[in-house]
């Protein structure tokens, strides 16, 4: 009997595009040579559009320069697929994972973020399916339920899915959704109509629904219930890492050096540095 892999779910709650993108591109470096495990980011980001590396500007139908009117971003990125929307009541997971260690190619992995998706869709009684040639993602009907947008680079993966709990759908009617015209944007409180669970539950869920697709037994850590800033921790590792090109790797694990510039930069008392025994440990293994 096959025992199930490792995988370290970050919960990390709302986190801007960008500090998101930046906290993946760490993790994808250091999975890469192994230095971590595989991960899981599951998070939501504030209002936010984004093209993927094909740059179809065109599917967005509104000036760039009215999108703080409605509250939202826009940012540019590597993934593959066209462009989406990411707000809040949407739970979104970032898996960073080495394809090799798993032993499937891009493909195979694509359709079980897709089933991973139908899965708990399914959970509340909602027929999900993947999409047609030519339609990515998830639907129920014609209408998209679930976005895919993933990157591999040297078999390892960021990006990943975006499930639709209960989004603002009228955020959606300002671009082409994932370049497909005539195509509705549904969710699950819409397909379903009925008071849903707590969000983090659903999370939770969705957590469960990869885990098993991919074959994992999860080890989760909470980051968003004790005020992680996912900001300010992609900054310290960005720091470390460029201390680590000027001082001795030993000596840094031996110091109390990431300590200090978490209670130096997050001005807290050291009594609090419990909140990130996470990162400290990411930081020094």
């Known amino acids: 009997m096959r025992l199930p892999r490792s995988l370290e779910v970050w919960k990390l709650g709302t986190v801007s595009y960008l500090d998101a993108l930046k906290l993946q591109e760490k993790l994808m470096s250091d999975r890469k040579i192994n230095k971590i495990p595989d991960t899981l980011l599951c998070l939501q980001h504030p209002p936010t559009y984004t093209l993927g ?111 639709n709990i209960d989004p603002d759908l009228n955020y959606f009617k300002h671009i082409v959704p994932c370049g497909i015209p005539d195509k509705e944007v549904t969710s699950l409180r819409r397909e379903t109509g009925i008071l849903l669970p707590a969000e983090d539950v659903i999370h939770e869920q969705l957590v469960s629904c990869f885990a098993r697709q991919f074959g994992y037994s999860a080890t989760q850590s909470d980051l968003s219930s004790k005020g992680f800033k996912v900001s300010i921790a992609s900054s310290i590792l960005i720091l470390m890492e460029s201390l680590e090109q000027i001082l001795p790797y030993d000596y840094l694990k031996q110091t109390s050096l990431p300590i200090f510039l978490l209670a130096t930069v997050m001005e807290l008392h050291f009594m609090q540095i419990d909140s990130f025994q996470s990162l400290l440990k990411f930081i020094a293994d």
Request: aromatic share 8%; no cysteine; glycine share 14%.
């Open 53 to 163: 590396k094909r740059r179809t500007d065109h599917n967005l139908l509104i000036p760039e320069s009215e999108l703080k009117q409605i509250g939202a971003k826009l940012h540019y990125t590597q993934r593959g697929g066209d462009i989406t929307f990411h707000g809040p009541h949407q739970a979104i997971l970032y898996p960073i994972v080495s394809l090799r260690d798993i032993g499937i190619g891009a493909r195979n992995y694509v359709e079980k973020l897709e089933l991973t998706m139908i899965e708990l869709a399914s959970l509340y009684g909602v027929k999900a399916r993947a999409g047609n040639t030519g339609e990515t993602g998830v639907w129920v009907g014609d209408r998209k339920i679930g976005a895919i947008g993933v990157r591999i680079q040297y078999g390892v993966t960021s990006h990943g899915l975006a499930f």
